[in-house]
């Protein structure tokens, strides 16, 4: 079915790619090439997570990396990923940030590796996780 005034909107993601590397990108070339991708006039940018540094290296100091965009020059919206309450606190205290996006899932395997969580779990995370978005005004995403 097709709408009127229906807009696609486009969503980059270099935290997908950049948490697959091998080695991690200092904060300061991460916010840059953020920088740079906000002036390219995404809808979105998914540029980032909270969740454990251990787990996930490459994607330490998030919030440091939002320090560093610059939104003054464009309308893109921020998204980073959160797997648990604890990362979409953290999240959540930006400003910077407009969107919390939650990797949710049937698959237990998927949830095990991916946020170290279960199918028995995950309902009752993704809405204490949806209740601390709409406590900070941010959109929740499930994803």
């Known amino acids: ?17 950049q948490q697959g ?13 953020i920088n740079e991708l906000m002036l390219a006039g995404f809808d979105i940018i ?3 997570s909270f969740v454990s540094p251990k787990a ?8 440091d990396v939002l320090e560093l965009i610059d939104k003054s020059k464009s309308d893109t919206q921020l998204l980073a990923i959160v797997g648990n309450t604890r990362g979409a606190e953290e ?4 400003a910077k940030l407009d969107i919390v996006g939650f990797p949710y899932s049937i698959s237990n395997t998927f949830l ?9 779990k995950i309902d009752e995370t993704a809405s204490s996780i ?13 994803l």
Not at 1 to 17: F, G, Q, V, W
Not at 91 to 94: I, L
């Open 21 to 33: 590397l091998p080695f991690t990108i200092p904060v300061e070339k991460r916010a840059a090439y």
């Open 46 to 48: 998914d540029f980032g």
């Open 112 to 120: 095990q590796k991916n946020i170290n969580s279960s199918i028995e």
């Open 56 to 63: 996930v290296p490459q994607m330490a100091h998030s919030n």
């Open 130 to 142: 949806g209740k601390i978005c709409n406590d900070h005004n941010k959109i929740f995403r499930v």
């Open 1 to 17: 079915m097709h709408m009127k005034n229906e807009k696609l909107k486009i969503t980059e993601s270099p935290r997908d790619a």
């Open 91 to 94: 999240a959540c205290a930006s």
